[in-house]
C-alpha cells in the first residue's frame, strides 16, 4: 500500500506541473503583438516626419482676394542686418486686415516692377515687435533699438541704414507705385 500511496502523489504532482505550465506568464509576447507594436511604431514615425516636411517647408504667401505676395517675415530687431545692399521693410499690424487690403495692389504692381527691392514685413501685432510701437516715430533711428512705429510704416534701408521713412498707408501706396 506505501507504494499506491507514492503513485498517487506522484500523479497529483504532476497534475500540478501541468498545471502551472498552462498558466500564461505575463512575459509571453507573440511574435503577431511585436509585430503590430513596430508597424504602429513606424505608422506614427512616417506621420510626425510628414507633419514637420510640411511645416518647414511652408511658404510665407499671403492671398488675398487674386493678388498673392511672396515674403520674408522678419522680427523688428532684424530690420537692420538683412544682406541686400538696399531693401524695404514694412511694418503693419497684420491683424488689421484693413491696412493689407489697402495695401495688397501696389505692393503687387511693385513686385512686378523691374526695380523692386526685396521686402520684408514685421507683424506689429507681435507681442516681440509691439513693444517698439508708439505714439511718435523715431524716423531717425540707427538700430533696431531706437525704432518707433507709429502706424504702417514702410522703412528703405540702404546698407543697414535708415534710408527713406514713409508713414501712413497713402503715402506708402505713392511710394510703391512711383
Request: charge should be positive.
Amino acid at each position: 500500500m506505501a507504494g499506491k500511496g507514492n503513485s498517487a502523489k506522484r500523479r497529483k504532482a504532476r497534475e500540478e506541473a501541468r498545471k502551472i505550465e498552462s498558466i500564461p506568464s505575463g512575459l509571453d509576447i507573440g511574435a503577431k503583438s511585436v509585430i503590430r507594436a513596430v508597424v504602429f511604431l513606424v505608422i506614427i514615425i512616417l506621420i510626425f516626419y510628414l507633419l514637420s516636411i510640411r511645416v518647414i517647408n511652408k511658404k510665407n504667401t499671403k492671398v488675398i482676394g487674386e493678388a498673392t505676395f511672396n515674403y520674408s517675415d522678419i522680427m523688428l530687431g532684424e530690420s537692420f542686418n538683412r544682406n541686400e545692399k538696399e531693401y524695404l521693410v514694412l511694418f503693419y499690424d497684420r491683424s488689421n486686415g484693413d491696412i493689407y487690403s489697402s495695401l495688397s495692389e501696389n505692393l503687387d504692381k511693385y513686385n512686378k516692377s523691374d526695380k523692386a527691392l526685396s521686402i520684408y514685413t514685421v507683424d506689429m501685432s507681435n507681442g516681440i515687435n509691439s513693444r517698439y510701437s508708439a505714439e511718435e516715430s523715431n524716423p531717425n533711428a540707427s538700430s533696431a533699438s531706437e525704432l518707433k512705429i507709429n502706424g504702417p510704416t514702410l522703412i528703405k534701408f540702404t546698407n543697414n541704414k535708415v534710408n527713406e521713412y514713409v508713414e501712413g498707408t497713402d503715402n506708402i501706396n505713392n511710394f510703391l507705385a512711383n
